[in-house]
């Protein structure tokens, strides 16, 4: 299975709880503050990603979405 996330920049505190919970290490957190002043996550090996969806369970913002496609 094929997965892809969208972090929304503005929502997110930076708190790295996604970053710690993807098994793929598919997550880092940027050097650029967002509107709201937290350094935001960002998907940055998204050929990595299987959609487990962890990333989403343990952000306390609901600032995550995950895509799943399933191999033909």
Do not use: S, W
Request: with cysteine; glycine share 8%; charged share 25%.
């Amino acid at each position: 299975m094929k997965g892809m996330i969208v972090i929304d920049r503005d929502m997110c505190k930076g708190c790295t709880y996604c970053v710690d919970a993807c098994p793929t290490g598919v997550i880092i957190i940027e050097n650029i503050f967002n509107g709201m002043g937290y350094f935001p996550a960002r998907p940055e090996h998204l050929d990595k990603c299987t959609g487990c969806a962890m990333c989403a369970q343990m952000c306390p913002e609901i600032a995550i979405e995950v895509y799943r496609e399933e191999k033909k």
